[in-house]
């Protein structure tokens, strides 16, 4: 089974600052791995996806992630924080082989930029 | 294309009423997904679809029921309304296997409250 861990359910930095979210992962075959955004009251949005073409993955509004096998893990980051970019952030894993390809989210990091 | 929208947005239901909920779709997408979301829970998947007239459960599935009559829509209905089902509700869909794309599209979402 795979299961997707987020480390910090509240994350504050300063406008300009670096943002580092944590996204640890299980599973047992090579994953297909998600970022998700969510902006108050409103749907999930796509940031980045990595589906092992490179393990850089460069997103929208400035944010990236790296794949990393040896630490499963796949964080986010964006070298100076907008007050735009407060938001709640999810990272997901696909389900692996054929069938139902549903998602498993982790538990969301809150994302607080302060002035 | 408006791609997946939810109906309605918001509802306040009694303990023990029923209601549907519908998501649509018009990207001709054949995977179709309902979510819940909880605070600190992350998104959590309750039915699921990979085609018109075939629905499976996902991992909370009790207290719901779905549809799939249409390629285009996918309605998640609630029997009989607990308090425990106080959750706002995602739809998702994604399309077929083809090619690399695999992430999911997602609904603005429809915040329920039982009381």
């Known amino acids: 089974a795979q299961s997707v861990t987020q480390l910090g359910s509240h994350v504050s930095v300063s406008e300009g600052a670096l943002v580092l979210l944590r996204c640890n992962y299980s599973s047992s075959v090579p994953p297909y791995l998600f970022w998700y955004v969510q902006y108050p009251n409103q749907g999930l949005q796509l940031l980045l996806k990595y589906t092992s073409a490179a393990t850089l993955v460069k997103g929208i509004n400035g944010f990236e992630a790296e794949f990393k096998k040896s630490e499963t893990s796949f964080h986010l980051t964006k070298p100076s924080a907008h007050m735009s970019d407060a938001a709640e952030y999810f990272c997901?894993?696909?389900?692996?082989?054929?069938?139902?390809?549903?998602?498993?989210f982790g538990s969301g990091t809150r994302l607080q930029v302060q002035p | 294309n408006a791609g997946v929208t939810q109906t309605p947005k918001f509802r306040v239901l009694k303990t023990g009423q029923s209601m549907t909920l519908l998501c649509a779709q018009d990207?001709?997408?054949?995977?179709m997904y309902w979510y819940r979301q909880d605070p600190g829970m992350g998104l959590r998947l309750i039915h699921y679809?990979?085609?018109?007239?075939?629905?499976a459960k996902g991992e909370v599935p009790d207290g719901y029921n779905v549809s799939r009559l249409k390629k285009q829509n996918f309605l998640l209905g609630l029997e009989s309304a607990a308090p425990s089902q106080t959750s706002v509700y995602f739809c998702?869909?994604?399309?077929?296997?083809?090619?690399?794309?695999?992430?999911?599209?997602f609904g603005p979402g429809t915040r329920l409250t039982v009381t």
């Open positions: 990207m001709n997408h054949e995977y």
């Open positions: 997901a894993v696909s389900d692996q082989g054929r069938g139902r390809r549903a998602l498993t």
């Open positions: 679809s990979v085609g018109e007239g075939t629905t």
């Open positions: 998702a869909s994604r399309p077929p296997e083809a090619g690399r794309t695999k992430e999911q599209y």
